[in-house]
């Protein structure tokens, strides 16, 4: 079992940067591939970025470039750095844990956390 608790949301303007991070239990950290998922209201939850356990990296194409993700094994945490954000990048986002190589579908993740907000003003 791998619980996961988000960090880091709120409100920023447009161009703003924040960095997120996702806390996890457990000894086996390392041994996961990390993703960082976002849902918009109304809208279905998708990918942003992936990181794998030897720290292989993929990202959407909508925030290649402005987002960076990473992990720290010795803290069990996976951070997201965000910056030049935009109004479109407002959803709630969520870290996931896969057991599998790097995957952007998110059924391939066995553990969520419970989300935090990120809001981008214009």
């Known amino acids: 079992q791998v619980q996961l608790v988000e960090s880091g949301g709120g409100l920023v303007q447009a161009g703003g940067s924040l960095r997120l991070s996702c806390a996890a239990s457990g000894r086996t950290f390392s041994s996961y591939t990390m993703g960082w998922f976002r849902q918009a209201p109304g809208k279905e939850r998708e990918f942003v970025a992936a990181?794998?356990?030897?720290?292989?990296?993929d990202y959407a194409d909508s925030v290649k470039g402005r987002f960076t993700i990473s992990r720290d094994n010795a803290k069990n945490t996976v951070y997201l750095q965000m910056n030049s954000l935009k109004p479109e990048d407002t959803a709630v986002y969520y870290c996931a844990a896969s057991g599998l190589l790097l995957r952007r579908r998110p059924s391939a993740y066995d553990y969520w956390g419970q989300g935090t907000q990120v809001t981008v003003s214009s």
């Open positions: 990181i794998s356990r030897s720290g292989n990296t």
